[in-house]
Each structure stands twice: as structure tokens, then as C-alpha cells.
């Protein structure tokens, strides 16, 4: 067998699981979002229709302040974690992590323990100001939920880039007379940037595209994957949500595909 023979068999598992899992569906699933009654335009109809453009746009604000308050989140924590050792800290960081293991759906059910009807944060405030304070189902809630999963996959991330930074430029820095914010502005957070596009693009496309846990908080508010089970399920408008789901994907894999140029080009020019 001649060696270009034995890379074409070798590649044949990729292509075959790329055909299978992901061409063909994805060509199924674009061609179904043309098959509604307005063909074409029903793409279109996703953009200029009142509550899809809302719902996209709740969405994407959504996951954007997601992706900032997780990437705020995780860099003082993981830096913090990455060069501190002390008793618990092993423990601290699995319990970080821990929400790795959990569904959305047990999420949601989490923020519906802590501010629910019944939720802990209700039992404090009406203690304390005689009124429950409810915010499980709405935005907030959601975005806290959003929260709790990401950070996890973020804080890794970080993490592990903390740990490859070269301390020798920081110790230079602070010898010119730098005070240590200028350290962390000048040095640390350049340094960090790849790892902040990258876990900011991940952290990004799972808000987008979080079903679970919407679909346990996502009473009161439209984001996009509640709409696209709503449409499909119980309004059975497969060519809507087709077209949403062909719109969602392509919004994350927009940001996913930025991120990993953007991220690149940090990374070649650092090296």
C-alpha cells in the first residue's frame, strides 16, 4: 500500500463521521427552513418578524453578558487560585468545577432552590424586609444560571494560562517601578488575551445555545432555544424553526471562527 493509499484510508472514519453527523444534517436541516410556505423568505421572516428579532436579540445579550461577567469572574479567581497555595485549596477548585457534572436542567433547578418561591434568597428577604424576592424566572435568573455553568468552563482555561505566564516579565515590571495594576494592565492581561478570546468564544456559543437550563427558567422570557422547542414541538412550524436553528448556528460558529483567528494571530505574534 503506498503511503498516500494509507492516509486516504486513514482519513475515511473522519470523513465518513463528518458526512454523517454533520454535512448531511445540517444540509437537511438548511433545506427544511426553505420548505415553509414562504420558501426562502421564511429565513428572512426569522430577522424582520417582531418576536424572533427580539428573541435573537434577548439572546445575544444575554450570552454576551454572559461571556463578560464569567471572563471578570474567572480571571480574578483563577489567577488568584493558580498562584496561592493554602489549606482547602484543592477542595475549593473541585468545588469550582463541580458544575461540570450537572445538566441544565439541574441548574435551573439550583436557581430555583436559591431564588424561587420557595428558594432561600425569598425566605431571607421576607425575613428580613417582609417580602419575597422571586427572580428565578426571569432574566436574571436565567443569567444567573448561565453564570453557573460557564464560569466553570472558563476559570480551567485561565487557569492554565496563568500558569504558563513567564513571572520574570511581572518582576521586571514592578523592578522599572510599576505599581501592581499597571503589572496586571501592562503585562498580565496582554499576556492573557488568547485565553480570554478563546474561553470568552466557548462561554459565548453554550449561553447560545443552553436548552436545559432555559427550558427549566425560561417561564417569562423568549431566548432562542425555547423558541425553537416551542415552535417545533407545539406549534409543529418545522420550517421556523429549522431557519431559527440555521440562524443560531451560524451566529455561534461566526463567533467560535473569530475567536480562533483572533486567538491565533495573539498566540503567533506572542511567540
Given at each position: 500500500m503506498s503511503q498516500k493509499s494509507f492516509v486516504w484510508l486513514c482519513l475515511l472514519p473522519l470523513v465518513l463521521v463528518t458526512a454523517a453527523f454533520f454535512l448531511l444534517p445540517m444540509a437537511r436541516l438548511?433545506?427544511?427552513?426553505?420548505e415553509g410556505p414562504h420558501g426562502l423568505a421564511g429565513y428572512l421572516a426569522t430577522l424582520t418578524e417582531g418576536r424572533y428579532r427580539a428573541t435573537l436579540i434577548n439572546t445575544v445579550l444575554l450570552a454576551a453578558a454572559t461571556t463578560v461577567v464569567t471572563l471578570i469572574v474567572a480571571t480574578i479567581a483563577g489567577m488568584f487560585l493558580q498562584r496561592h497555595r493554602f489549606p482547602g485549596r484543592a477542595v475549593l477548585i473541585a468545588?469550582?468545577?463541580?458544575?461540570?457534572?450537572f445538566p441544565g436542567v439541574v441548574v435551573g433547578f439550583m436557581i430555583i432552590l436559591l431564588a424561587g418561591?420557595?428558594?432561600?434568597?425569598?425566605?431571607?428577604?421576607?425575613?428580613?424586609?417582609?417580602?419575597?424576592?422571586?427572580?428565578?424566572?426571569?432574566?436574571?435568573?436565567l443569567f444567573l444560571g448561565y453564570l453557573y455553568f460557564s464560569i466553570p468552563r472558563v476559570i480551567l482555561t485561565i487557569m492554565a494560562a496563568v500558569q504558563k505566564l513567564d513571572v520574570g516579565l511581572e518582576e521586571?515590571?514592578?523592578?522599572?517601578?510599576?505599581?501592581?495594576w499597571a503589572v496586571q494592565r501592562d503585562v498580565v492581561l496582554p499576556a492573557l488575551?488568547?485565553?480570554?478570546?478563546?474561553?470568552?468564544?466557548?462561554?459565548?456559543?453554550?449561553?447560545?445555545g443552553a436548552f436545559g437550563t432555559a427550558f427549566t427558567l425560561a417561564t417569562n422570557i423568549d431566548v432562542l432555544p425555547m423558541?425553537?422547542?416551542?415552535?417545533?414541538?407545539?406549534?409543529?412550524?418545522?420550517?421556523?424553526?429549522?431557519?431559527?436553528?440555521?440562524g443560531l448556528g451560524l451566529i455561534t460558529w461566526l463567533i467560535l471562527a473569530l475567536a480562533r483567528t483572533f486567538s491565533g494571530s495573539a498566540v503567533a505574534a506572542a511567540g
Open positions: 438548511v433545506v427544511a427552513g426553505a468545588m469550582l468545577t463541580f458544575p461540570l457534572a418561591r420557595q428558594g432561600l434568597i425569598g425566605d431571607l428577604s421576607n425575613r428580613i424586609f417582609g417580602e419575597k424576592l422571586v427572580f428565578a424566572y426571569s432574566i436574571y435568573g521586571a515590571a514592578r523592578s522599572l517601578g510599576a505599581s501592581p488575551a488568547p485565553a480570554f478570546v478563546a474561553s470568552g468564544a466557548i462561554a459565548f456559543a453554550t449561553a447560545m423558541l425553537i422547542y416551542t415552535e417545533f414541538t407545539l406549534a409543529a412550524n418545522f420550517a421556523t424553526s429549522a431557519a431559527l436553528s440555521v
